[in-house]
């Protein structure tokens, strides 16, 4: 080997030992690397890295709603079966305002959140007398003001019987009875055209009637 051919062999040799150097710095992790500044001291020192803090959102809601509520499943009967699960505060079943009957959905209130938390999960989708009943934790920025509204009244079932006779046995005036007698003649008219239309040969009773209203109840003279 010549000369120039020792001279050329060394230049590539310091050429792939200096790529060689570069490339390990490159890929050299620094021991001690300085921490990204949050925020920097008044005074001097070195920069800190402010702490990351979690905030943890505190369970607060202990209203229920359910839903698909059966019939005869009402506020007693949903106070005594809740109440395996801890203290229940107040119930309101959603009634109809004239028959008082329910609407199958009510409200719920516990004294304890996880009390409220364990029973929405147990009792949502809960088979009771045929129904599933849908139970959810309703959050307290959703719990309107007027939701405990009439949750102390005590409903009674409208007794449609006991007003239709009062309004049949109240007493009429001479202008009243005579407007009543009139629709009866009418409708005794109309019947009696349809009979004839359908080719029924009959012969309809007379309307036997007064003109005067007849007094509900007996009055006795004094003598």
Known sequence: MGAKA???LKKNMKKISASAAA???ELAVPQNPKPSADFLPLEGGPARKA???KTIVENKATVLYIGRIPHGFYETEIEAFFAQFGTVKRVRVARNKKT???KHFGF???EDPDVAEIAAGAMHDYL???HMLQVHVIPPEHV????WKG?????????WVQIERKQHNKERTLEEHRKLLHKVVKREKRRRKNIEAAGIEYECPDLVGNTQPVPKKIKFSED
């Open 6 to 8: 020792k001279k050329a």
């Open 23 to 25: 490339s390990s710095s």
């Open 51 to 53: 702490p990351v803090t």
């Open 100 to 102: 008082g009957k329910s």
């Open 108 to 110: 719920i209130q516990f």
């Open 128 to 130: 009771l007398l045929e």
């Open 144 to 147: 309107k003001p007027n939701l």
């Open 151 to 159: 949750v102390k009244c005590q409903y009674k079932p409208v007794d």
